[in-house]
Every structure is written in C-alpha cells, then in structure tokens.
C-alpha cells in the first residue's frame, strides 16, 4: 500500500519496553478523543477512545491519558511487542446530531526493535 | 473492518475523468463519512451523512460529490478528476453520533 506520512515523527523502542505517545489536540470544546493504529496499506484500526469527563482510560495493555489544561492525550502502550508497529493517530470531535466529525492529528510511527 | 467494503481498491484515471468509489456495509450503521489520506496532512474530512439521503460536507469537499439512496452505500464522486486528488480514500462508519468510527481498507486512487 502507498506509504503514509513520509516524514512522521517516530517513535523508536525495544522489544518490551512502555511506549508513550502523544498529542496536542486543538478545540478546548472537543468532548470525545480517540486512538488508532495504521498498518501499512490498511485502515485506521480502533484502539481505545475517552470521553472529555474523564483523565484516564485503559484497555488491554493501553492507557489513555487526557489532560483538558494544556490539550493534551497520550497512548501509553505495555511491553511493546513487534506487532505495535504501526502510525498511531489520535483524533479529537465534538459530536452532534449530524454525526462524529473526527478531526485527526498528523500521526506518529511507532518502531519496535526486536 | 466492521463489515465495510470500499471498491475499487486502487483505480487509475485521467485528469478530467469522472470517477466514482463506493463504500458498502453490512453494520446498518447510520452515519457514514468519507476521508482522504495524503503525506503531510493525515485524514481529511471530505463528506458525511447521518442518514438515507442527508449529507453534508466535510473540511476539504470542493470538487467531490456523494449520495446515499439506501443505508448501507456512500458513493463519493469526483465530477472532473484533477491530480490534486490523487490520494487514499477511506470511507468510515459509526452507529451513533458519539462513538467511534470503523474504517474501511481504503481506494488508492491516482489521477494522471
């Protein structure tokens, strides 16, 4: 598949070893913030989500922080193992009846060193 | 990828070409949305709707087009295909207003 984001910041770690990455989100009103990961020629792929009423979040060796003063979220991954290898995206709404206009940031590759 | 099916997968075309993708799914889903993905930008809105024949459009909509007649199809058509549209197209999907979205596996689509 074509190669997103030629010049993405990345994130290189060993094999193992927490991976953190983060975001600088940009509407105060957001109300919903989420994550994904992307594979090389597939889809954004859900992996964990926040509401702006809460600080943290966890799923199954991610952790989602929100920090509403500063507009900031971070992902923070457990023992990083090889299958992370990805570009994480976080994304940031303020849903309305219309729909869940996800608005993304520019994404992070992620590099697992085995 | 949550039932969605985005045909064709990679399609090559002329400038001034209409060209048309489509996005199928099988979630009866309400909301739909299609994307474009391109180096130095990440995932740009181009069009949603929030249901059978209500659309609106997205932060980069000039020079596309979409329609949804029944639920489960969101076509996006470009009326005159232009290089600048040349780019990874991902439709997406959601049950309600404020959860998250499923994507599809995306359309590369390149304008010569």
């Known amino acids: 598949g074509e190669s997103v984001g030629l010049h993405l910041p990345t994130l290189s770690v060993q094999e193992g070893d927490n991976s953190i990455i983060n975001c600088a989100y940009s509407n105060s009103a957001s109300d919903y913030f989420i994550w994904y990961k992307q594979e090389s020629g597939k889809g954004p792929q859900f992996i964990i989500d926040i509401r702006s009423n809460m600080d943290k979040r966890q799923g199954q060796r991610v952790t989602v922080l929100l920090n509403k003063t500063v507009k900031h979220l971070s992902l923070q991954i457990a023992a990083t193992q090889p299958g992370d290898s990805a570009v994480y995206f976080c994304?940031?709404?303020?849903?309305?009846?219309?729909?869940?206009?996800?608005?993304f940031g520019g994404g992070t590759r992620l590099m697992v060193k085995p | 990828d949550a039932g969605i099916t985005q045909s064709p997968r990679h399609k090559v075309t002329e400038t001034g070409t209409p060209v048309t993708l489509r996005c199928h799914q099988t979630?009866?889903?309400?909301?739909m949305y299609w994307y474009r993905q391109d180096p130095g930008h990440g995932l740009r809105l181009i069009h949603y709707s929030y249901g059978v024949k209500d659309t609106d459009k997205g932060e980069v909509s000039d020079g596309y087009s979409v329609s949804r007649s029944k639920t489960e199809d969101f076509l996006l058509t470009l009326e005159s295909a232009t290089s600048s549209q040349t780019s990874v197209y991902f439709c997406a999907t959601g049950a309600s207003a404020n959860e998250k979205l499923f994507f599809g596996s995306g359309t590369q689509l390149s304008v010569l």
């Open positions: 979630e009866n889903h309400r909301y």
């Open positions: 994304a940031e709404s303020l849903a309305n009846n219309a729909g869940n206009m996800l608005t």
